[in-house]
């Protein structure tokens, strides 16, 4: 059942005006200093180097590139540049009463299989040449110092079809859509919704980011060894911390579906 009516949806923008509506958010938001605006603070960290834990929040590079980004564990990653994006969105093909992962959609035995799967695979992936090497770190003779990378190893498993834990969210509105307006068939196999008796509308949900809490639910996936999880600007959300309350940490925000 759907809580729109039928009158209510047509009147609902399609995913591209959705995605126009964000993207004109992103430019105000850049327009008027993005984070610099709220928190001037973030300037000093600046100072910092390469132990800036907010480098993604304040530079000067373009928005589609990565940034190296101190973690709290004290290892780095290569951050999506969320210096201009004061949300991160997550696209679903209809609304949901409550967003969960698929990995807690299982009962205890499946569970148990997912858990069993995804150790195989961290398993498998720690011995990848390029892990090894973040892991043991890079030696940059310019900076007389060694880099310590860190592998998001659940992240790579979620974005590589493992039932993890973690709900999918990015910096682009435009990954969010493409999920929100297509059908996942297993294998990588995804193909338009065309069917609007079935589908009439669809929802992005996105989180308004607050740099001192966000990322302590948020965990960043950002740019990997294999390239989905950057290709999707993906962070994820640590469903274990706290349930994702729509209303509360999520707005959604609803499109009809025009195959045209």
């Not at 009463?97 to 995804?118: C, E, H, M, Q, W």
């Not at 974005?159 to 999918?168: P, V, W």
């Not at 959300?237 to 045209?260: C, G, S, T, W, Y």
């Given at each position: 059942m759907n809580d729109l009516s039928k009158e209510e949806i047509d009147r609902l923008p399609t995913i591209i005006e959705l995605v126009e509506l964000l993207e004109a958010v992103q430019r105000e938001f850049s327009d008027k200093g993005g984070w610099l605006q709220d928190e001037p603070m973030l300037r000093h960290?600046?100072?910092?180097g390469l132990n800036n834990p907010y480098a993604s929040l304040f530079n000067n590079a373009k928005s589609g590139e990565f940034i190296v980004n101190h973690l709290t564990s004290g290892r780095y990653c290569c951050k999506p540049n969320i210096a201009n994006t004061p949300f991160l969105v997550r696209g679903e093909k209809k609304k949901y009463?409550?967003?969960?992962?698929?990995?807690?959609?299982?009962?205890?035995?499946?569970?148990?299989?997912?858990?069993?799967?995804?150790a195989d695979f961290i398993s498998l992936v720690k011995t990848h040449p390029l892990c090894r090497m973040f892991d043991n770190g890079i030696n940059l003779e310019s900076y007389n110092r060694t880099l310590f990378f860190e592998t998001n190893y659940y992240?790579?498993?979620?974005?590589?079809?493992?039932?993890?834990?973690?709900?999918?969210?990015?910096?682009?509105?435009l990954v969010a859509a493409f999920f929100a307006v297509t059908e996942n068939h297993g294998n990588d196999i995804y193909s338009p919704i065309t069917d609007t008796t079935k589908y009439p509308y669809g929802v992005l949900y996105m989180h308004g980011m607050n740099y001192m809490v966000s990322f302590r639910m948020f965990?960043?996936?950002?740019?990997?060894?294999?390239?989905?999880?950057?290709?999707?600007?993906?962070?994820?959300?640590?469903?274990?911390?706290?349930?994702?309350?729509?209303?509360?940490?999520?707005?959604?925000?609803?499109?009809?579906?025009?195959?045209?």
């Open positions: 960290f600046a100072q910092m009463p409550y967003i969960v992962s698929a990995f807690n959609r299982g009962d205890k035995d499946d569970k148990l299989v997912s858990n069993l799967k995804t992240g790579l498993a979620q974005h590589y079809n493992f039932n993890t834990g973690l709900i999918d969210f990015s910096s682009s509105a965990c960043t996936i950002g740019q990997q060894v294999f390239p989905r999880c950057g290709a999707q600007k993906g962070f994820a959300f640590q469903e274990k911390l706290v349930r994702l309350n729509i209303n509360e940490m999520v707005r959604p925000l609803p499109f009809k579906h025009d195959a045209e």
